[in-house]
């Protein structure tokens, strides 16, 4: 697990409150000095409860991004520890409900794969794979269009939701949103998945 890019920590200030003061003005040495004093224990407790270093740290991830992108409310946050605490909570139940949702998946790649045993090609892409191209698929958008995309599919939100979260227009959610649904595509048929079950992959997912 590598650490956060240390800008310079020195002459940030030990107090929580003060620090928070400085991110909700666009402090990045300050959101960095926060980052290097709770990332461990956000990730270790991720761990706990996801079982997977590999999803620890994309959770660990998209939930500091959030804290920076939603930087100017920082300053109201009364318990850093039990704020963080809260938030890895709920992307972790987010986490479980997403995987349930893509199990669901597999199982209709599997039977469409079944009725065309001929696309299979001694073996093409077994279900763990789909599986693994979509998260990757999911993973490699830039941070801004995953973290719309992710508020979108996986909890829900609506783009207004979205735009109110994220100080955007709900305009730009919505072409966000299309630019990542693009963007997933072009890496599933860039990694030989086409078809019927980019189709289905596409229809229950994005």
């Known amino acids: 697990m590598k650490e956060h890019p240390l800008y310079s ?7 929580d409150t003060l620090l928070l003061e400085r991110i909700a003005s666009g402090d990045e040495r300050a959101f960095s000095a926060l980052y290097q004093r709770y990332w461990k224990k956000v990730y270790t407790y991720l761990l706990r409860l996801t079982k997977s270093r590999e999803t620890a740290e994309e959770l660990l991830s998209e939930i500091f991004t959030r804290f920076w992108i939603n930087r100017g409310t920082a300053a109201g946050i009364l318990n850093v520890d039990a704020f963080l605490s809260k938030v890895a909570y709920n992307r972790a139940i987010d986490f479980f409900r997403f995987a349930a949702k893509e199990k669901k998946i597999q199982v209709l790649i599997a039977l469409e794969l079944n009725r065309h045993p001929s696309q299979t090609n001694d ?4 279900d763990k794979e789909y599986k693994a191209l979509l998260r990757e698929a999911i993973h ?16 829900g939100l609506t783009h207004e939701e979205i735009a109110r979260q994220l100080n955007m227009s709900p305009h730009t959610v919505k072409k966000t949103i299309s630019n990542a649904i693009k963007s997933i595509r072009t890496f599933l048929r860039r990694h030989g998945v086409d078809g019927m079950i980019l189709s289905i992959l596409c229809s229950r997912h994005l």
Do not use: W
């Open 123 to 126: 073996g093409y892409l077994l």
């Open 140 to 155: 490699q958008l830039p941070p801004q269009r995953k973290l719309v995309f992710t508020l979108s599919r996986e909890q």
């Open 9 to 15: 920590t020195t002459n940030v200030p030990a107090d």
